[in-house]
């Protein structure tokens, strides 16, 4: 969970070439179902939630909070992108001494391969490089999820440690702060 005084929030909406990365609005709702409950979503991460109890359980506008950005193309939610704090006492924190900013997104399967997370993700590290200035941002994913792994050297993170979690071999890289 994002700390109060973690980032400054909200921010004016991030435009790109193609995209408007936004706070969630309670019109994203049913995307954010599609999301949480995409099994494609949600290979490398423990397995999506079913269907029905995202409809009954999500709140009336998900997602909203520090660091959670909405990925919007031609008015829809294609996705999210967020930084959140990472809890660096808790006793299964990994490699505290990278930071405290995590970076994670989730894009919808159609959204898949048109270059939207890169484009989505890059906007909000120079947005976070910005507002908190000298601060790294890290990065986790599993070393089987190769696409994964490509965007993250791509936004310029580098490998500082592997283990085992979650039952599978996990990568976390990190992007140190820029000059």
Request: with cysteine.
């Amino acid at each position: 969970m994002a700390e109060a005084n973690f980032l400054p929030w909200p921010p004016a909406p991030i435009r790109t070439e193609r995209l408007v990365l936004r706070e969630p609005e309670s019109r994203d709702r049913a995307a954010f179902v599609a999301l949480l409950s995409s099994p494609e979503v949600h290979t490398y991460l423990g397995g999506a939630r079913p269907r029905d109890e995202c409809e009954r359980t999500l709140a009336e506008t998900p997602g909203k909070g520090a660091g959670r950005f909405v990925i919007e193309r031609g008015g829809a939610m294609i996705g999210t992108v967020e930084l959140k704090h990472r809890d660096l006492d808790d006793p299964d924190a990994v490699r505290p001494d990278a930071g405290k900013a995590e970076l994670g997104y989730l894009l919808l399967p159609e959204a898949w391969g048109h270059g939207y997370a890169a484009e989505a993700c890059a906007a909000v590290l120079d947005w976070f490089t910005e507002t908190c200035p000298g601060q790294p941002v890290t990065l986790f994913t599993q070393t089987a999820n190769t696409r994964s792994m490509r965007l993250a050297e791509k936004l310029g993170f580098t490998e500082i440690h592997r283990f085992e979690a979650w039952g599978a071999a996990q990568w976390m890289g990190v992007r140190p702060p820029a000059p």
